[in-house]
């Protein structure tokens, strides 16, 4: 039981490049999340998933976007990667009864 | 709106000492509250959650719905304490599941 797997784990993008953070997690979950974390500042909702097919914005979601291509899998999107977004991107999935399981993370560096 | 506020960005306590981390919140409705625990490098994990009323690594939370806290303490701190912990809400209301972290607070033990 893998629990939730995020790909990759170390990237570093030139400023404007594009790509697509990974996340599934296979546990039967319905709900699933993308979070950053920064010094000082905790962790911050990008996006989430209530359920397969629905999309809502969390905190922080100006620079990124979403995808939840089936119940396994929410993937996360930066299309014009710029500095502020250098930082450790969490994904997260819930149980309504267990609560929150999240990725090992991404660890972005823009530059 | 949903807010949580960790007012200690960094805490040293000796070993053998107690530990007390603390963590207000705010929120109209009736919130779930959790601790997470992260290791050096390593993704967060659940801690506690105050529904479940359990004492996991000798550390225990009371939820305090007057003082609107949700505090965790430890008597007797182990080298091994050392992390970051965050303090989390969450609504209980289905389909608004919106995890929000405190700021953290790094807990150091000295030997």
């Known amino acids: 039981n893998a629990g939730v797997t995020q790909t990759p784990k170390f990237q570093v993008l030139k400023t404007g490049q594009s790509m697509t953070l990974q996340c599934a997690q296979d546990?039967?979950?319905?709900?699933m999340y993308w979070y950053r974390q920064d010094p000082g500042m905790g962790l911050r909702l990008i996006y989430y998933?209530?359920?397969?097919?629905?999309?809502d914005k969390g905190e922080v979601p100006n620079g990124y976007n979403v995808s939840r291509l089936n119940k396994r899998e929410f993937s996360l999107r930066l299309e014009s990667a710029a500095p502020s977004q250098t930082s450790v991107y969490f994904c997260?999935?819930?149980?309504?009864?267990?609560?929150?399981?999240f990725g090992s993370g991404t660890r972005l560096t823009v530059v | 709106a949903q807010r949580v506020t960790q007012p200690e960005k960094l805490l040293s306590v000796f070993k053998g000492a107690p530990v007390e981390l603390k963590c207000n919140y705010s929120y109209s409705g009736s919130p779930e509250l959790f601790w997470y625990v992260q290791y050096s490098r390593q993704r967060l994990q659940l801690l506690l959650r105050h529904i479940s009323r359990e004492s996991i690594k000798g550390f225990t939370a009371d939820l305090n719905k007057g003082e609107t806290s949700f505090h965790l303490k430890k008597p007797f701190a182990q080298e091994e304490d050392s992390a970051m912990y965050y303090c989390a809400l969450s609504p209980t209301n289905f389909g608004n599941e919106k995890l929000t972290f405190g700021t953290g607070t790094r807990l150091t033990i000295i030997p």
């Open positions: 997260a999935s819930r149980d309504r009864d267990y609560g929150y399981t």
């Open positions: 998933s209530a359920s397969e097919g629905t999309t």
């Open positions: 546990m039967n979950h319905n709900s």
